[in-house]
């Protein structure tokens, strides 16, 4: 049982009122430094980082999807949806960004405007055409392994064309 509380005479009730304030602490009795005051504001908490939902400015850019439904450019648009999960996805995605880059003139290829789905490697024409949908793709991903890059970019090409 835990023990009971002093009782306090007339003369020490107005004093533990303003020692509950400026509580002394035995490292406070040693020391010089004066207990910090009672309206002192507490430090500020840094901010997270905040996501770009706000309105832009007329003067900022848009992405590069916003400018291709815009219609700004002229050229058609290929959308590169790749998951997150892993590497190899990347290294494909950007594999075919500069195969049709280079092999078509005027072409945009936008990768992952949105967010991807999970274990997802889809190539496919803004508002249009799929050229290659892999789906639900669990490790080792077997299904995008075997394909020859080099094929899957010129026959895109040729569709594009």
Known sequence: MAPK???????????SSSSAATRV???????????????????????????????K???E???PLEQAADGGGG????????????????????????????GVAGV?????PEKPRRGCFEIRE??????????DMKRPYKPMTDLDMEEVISDIIEKIR
Do not use: H, M, W, Y
């Open 75 to 102: 050229g058609k648009t290929i959308i590169i949806e790749r998951s997150t999960e892993c590497s190899r996805f990347k290294t494909r995605a950007i594999q075919v960004k500069e195969g049709l880059e280079k």
């Open 61 to 63: 850019a848009k992405s």
């Open 5 to 15: 509380r002093k009782q306090t005479t007339a003369g020490d009730s107005s004093s």
């Open 25 to 55: 602490t035995r490292r406070l009795a040693n020391s010089t430094v004066a207990p910090p005051a009672a309206d002192a504001e507490p430090p500020k908490r840094k901010k997270g980082k905040t996501t770009a939902t706000a309105v």
């Open 126 to 135: 803004e508002g249009g055409e799929v050229f290659l949908s892999l789906l």
């Open 108 to 112: 945009k290829v936008v990768v992952n």
């Open 57 to 59: 400015p007329e003067g």
